[in-house]
T-cell receptor, first 113, second 116 residues
């Protein structure tokens, strides 16, 4: 069964450093998303991406965050200057059509120290 | 405003018991989708079911069943004859379109512990 692949599975970074979280969505999917889950809390929407541009973003997705689809397969989330409160599990997801169920990746656990 | 409420924070049952996880949602849209996801201790999100707002038929998949009632804005999930492997956090989610592409709005989750 097709999968959404995320790397790395766990990243530890120092406060103020830039991090890039990588995702390979399912190949025929057109809609891409990033969500995050602070430990023990609910899953929150960050951003959606379609046709090489951001479709929608939440209040969490401020100027410190950016997304990119640098080639035909990768979809990245960059955090420019990490803060302690950015520590969370970050999930990438993709869907073939807008109303489909999302397929989530297994997540990247980001720890900012 | 869109909202998903999972009032049960934690549920503990003994293996083979049936258990129902509640989900109540709020939306102004007439077209929306409801989902359940399972998050086992390993952390990934596993898709269980999608239901659109025009299909109120209940669904059964093995030991899992879902009861969708628009009149009460509920989409409850029942596990029959629970097993230890069912232990996980279960999230209910709503996708409406709010005039735009929309996104998934998750409830806070219900942690289910099934004891042998």
């Amino acid at each position: 069964e097709p999968e959404v692949t995320q790397t790395p599975s766990h990243q530890v970074t120092q406060m103020g450093q830039e991090v890039i979280l990588r995702c390979v969505p399912i190949s025929n999917h057109l809609y891409f998303y990033w969500y995050r889950q602070i430990l023990g809390q609910k899953v929150e929407f960050l951003v959606s991406f379609y046709n090489n541009e951001i479709s929608e973003k939440s209040e969490i997705f401020d100027d410190q965050f950016s997304v990119e689809r640098p080639d035909g397969s990768n979809f990245t989330l960059k955090i420019r200057s990490t803060k302690l409160e950015d520590s969370a599990m970050y999930f990438c997801a993709s869907s073939e059509i807008l109303t489909d169920g999302y397929t989530f990746g297994s997540g990247t656990r980001l720890t900012v120290v | 405003a869109q909202k998903v409420t999972q009032a049960q924070t934690e549920i503990s049952v003994v293996e083979k018991e049936d258990v129902t996880l509640d989900c109540v949602y709020e939306t102004r849209d007439t077209t929306y989708y409801l989902f359940w996801y399972k998050q086992p201790p390993s952390g990934e999100l596993v898709f269980l079911i999608r239901r659109n707002s025009f299909d109120e038929q209940n669904e059964i998949s093995g030991r899992y069943s879902w009861n969708f009632q628009k009149s009460t804005s509920s989409f409850n999930f029942t596990i029959t004859a629970s097993q230890v492997v069912d232990s996980a956090v279960y999230f209910c989610a709503l996708h409406d379109f709010g005039g735009s592409q929309g996104n998934l709005i998750f409830g806070k989750g219900t942690k289910l512990s099934v004891k042998p």
